[in-house]
């Protein structure tokens, strides 16, 4: 099973929609996740952290279920601005971060 | 906003010769990375440092791979004999606090020919 993993898209979605992104992660031992957004050649950003009580920042919501090893991004209003590709990070042993292979976001007018 | 510089942007090399990737980290950072990022394929881990020594690498990170610290400020990667399949962007990144997130630096676009 791989540490992260992510369904790969691309998502293709008009302007304002509502998309929601998954992601699994095998090792339960895990503390630390965050979501990155990576524009076409260009290094990570982190996006948001993700929290047990789920957090908010504007448009994006970032939870985690730490029961079932899942950790979700709901991206609401969508702007074409958000087309990228969106990368799940988890911290494993000797506080590396493992990305998964990140799903990639398409808004069209 | 603190950042990350990574240089050069971009190296050409040939196969079987020697690069060196910089990386100056956020200054008040004490973990740093090096991932890499193959053409159309994910961000790979490849070796951390803390306290002046390698705490984990990948099992990409072979003998022809090593990195230094050799100042207070400065963080590199040495490729010893490149190969083709060396090709890709390497990303440097450092970290305050595991907790509160890691920060990418902007990659140097290596090529091997």
């Known amino acids: 099973r791989k540490e992260v993993e992510q369904d790969p898209g691309p998502f293709n979605v008009p302007e304002g929609a509502t998309v929601a992104f998954n992601c699994t992660y095998s090792?339960?031992?895990?503390?630390?996740f965050f979501w990155y957004r990576q524009d076409c050649r260009k290094e990570p950003k982190l996006l948001m952290s993700?929290?047990?009580s789920g957090n908010e920042d504007g448009r994006f919501t970032a939870q985690l279920n730490r029961a079932s090893q899942y950790i979700s991004l709901l991206i609401r209003d969508s702007k074409l601005s958000d087309s990228a590709t969106y990368l799940c990070?988890?911290?494993?042993?000797?506080?590396?971060?493992?990305f998964g292979a990140g799903t990639r976001l398409a808004v069209h007018p | 906003e603190p950042e990350v510089t990574q240089t050069p942007s971009h190296q050409v090399t040939q196969m079987g010769q020697e690069v060196i990737l910089r990386c100056v980290p956020i200054?008040?950072?004490?973990?740093f990375y090096w991932y890499r990022q193959i053409l159309g394929q994910k961000v790979e881990f490849l070796v951390s440092?803390?306290?002046?020594?390698?705490?984990?690498k990948s099992e990409i990170f072979d003998d022809q791979f090593s990195v230094e610290r050799p100042d207070g400020s400065n963080f590199t990667l040495k490729i010893r004999s490149t190969k083709l399949e060396d090709s890709a962007m390497y990303f440097c990144?450092?970290?305050?606090?595991?907790?509160?997130?890691?920060?990418f630096g902007s990659g140097t676009r290596l090529t091997v020919v």
């Open positions: 200054s008040n950072h004490l973990y």
């Open positions: 090792n339960s031992a895990s503390q630390s």
């Open positions: 990144a450092s970290s305050e606090d595991t907790l509160l997130g890691y920060t």
């Open positions: 440092f803390y306290n002046n020594e390698i705490s984990e």
């Open positions: 990070a988890v911290v494993g042993g000797y506080n590396k971060l493992i």
């Open positions: 993700v929290y047990s």
